[in-house]
């Protein structure tokens, strides 16, 4: 089956630095979605992003789907932006199976 | 407020036992979906249900079974056949397919 393969495993921060967070992917895919889960579990959706460049505050993301990887680039960052950063795609042809990646652990320090 | 609600917030299961888990949504969304978490790891789908009573398996369905009787509601039930319940589990939604998931704050099972 198709894998998602994420890096790195885990980051550390000063707060004010900045990252990138990096999702490869095996096959061809439908979308990929970035979600943030925060340190109580909750899934937070930041992008839905087939291809190209998107932009929202201190987050931005790109895909190149025809070289099968996708960016998450944080600027400036916030011990808000602390917890674990999932990559999720969708297998061409799937009815529904989100396939995730195990995820990037952030620690922003003060 | 629209939104994703999941119930219990904690849950524990004794051995040989079924357990149900509880999740509604009225966004109004089409497609719901299950998730399983274990520590360190990515979620992987249980079941999926695209319309009202209708749903699929996903990559690891053994030991659990669902219902979508109403398009709002798609609780999860855990058998005693599920060896290793132990997890977190998160229910989502989204308005078709493939569109963005929307996820609930999840249900943590413990077995006694």
């Known amino acids: 089956g198709i894998q998602v393969e994420q890096s790195p495993p885990d980051l550390i921060l000063q707060e004010g630095a900045n990252s990138t967070l990096r999702c490869n992917f095996s096959d061809s895919v439908n979308n990929l979605q970035w979600f943030h889960q925060n340190p109580w579990g909750q899934l937070i959706n930041l992008f839905y992003?087939?291809?190209g460049t998107k932009q929202n505050g201190r987050l931005s993301a790109t895909t190149v789907a025809t070289e099968r990887y996708s960016l998450l680039y944080i600027s400036s960052s916030q011990t808000t932006d602390s917890g674990v950063y999932f990559c999720a795609v969708y297998r061409r042809g799937s009815q529904g199976n989100l396939i995730f990646g195990k995820g990037t652990k952030l620690s922003v320090k003060p | 407020d629209g939104g994703i609600t999941q119930s219990p917030k904690y849950l524990f299961r004794k051995e040989g036992q079924n357990v149900t888990l509880s999740c509604e949504q009225n966004l109004n969304h089409d497609a719901m979906y299950w998730y399983r978490q274990d520590p360190g790891q990515g979620l992987r789908l249980i079941y999926y249900?695209?319309?009202?009573?209708?749903?699929q398996k996903g990559d690891i369905a053994e030991g659990y079974s669902v219902s979508r009787e109403k398009k709002e509601s798609f609780p999860l039930t855990v058998t005693s056949a599920q060896k290793n319940p132990t997890a977190f589990y998160l229910c989502?939604?989204?308005?078709?397919?493939?569109?963005?998931?929307?996820f609930g704050p999840g249900t943590r099972l413990l077995v006694l």
């Open positions: 989502a939604s989204s308005v078709g397919h493939p569109e963005t998931q929307y």
């Open positions: 992003i087939p291809s």
């Open positions: 249900s695209q319309i009202v009573n209708d749903f």
